[in-house]
Nanobody, 117 residues
Framework: VQLQASGGGLVQAGGSLRLSCAAS????????MGWYRQAPGKQREFVAT???????NYSDSVKGRFTISRDNAKNTVYLQMNSLKPEDTAVYYC????????????WGQGTQVTVSS
């Protein structure tokens, strides 16, 4: 199983980035897909998830600024991040979790997002 995240980078506060995560080795449409992040010295935290049917859930800290979406034909999940803030700086990780067995999940390698003030 591979979850290949990309799209991170350095952006000024107020700017936008779009993260992508391409999955292989899983039946993509059978998985909840999600994004999590980990800032230096902090625990990994939930950002957003999307069900195979397209229902979404967001943390309060990103609601209204970030949008998660998925393309089941391309086995890819996206995270559109707008109005970025310095506190959004973190390594962002893609996660796949089986719809049928939540104990089966996978992590991608992470992509760095840095927001300068």
């Amino acid at each position: 199983v591979q979850l290949q995240a990309s799209g991170g980078g350095l952006v000024q506060a107020g700017g936008s980035l779009r993260l992508s995560c391409a999955a292989s080795g899983i039946i993509f449409s059978d998985n909840f897909m999600g994004w999590y992040r980990q800032a230096p010295g902090k625990q990994r935290e939930f950002v957003a998830t999307i069900t195979r049917g397209g229902s979404t859930n967001y943390s309060d800290s990103v609601k209204g600024r970030f949008t998660i979406s998925r393309d089941n034909a391309k086995n890819t999940v996206y995270l559109q991040m707008n109005s970025l803030k310095p506190e959004d700086t973190a390594v962002y990780y893609c996660n796949a979790r089986s719809t049928y067995n939540p104990k089966i999940y996978y992590w991608g390698q992470g992509t760095q997002v840095t927001v300068s003030s």
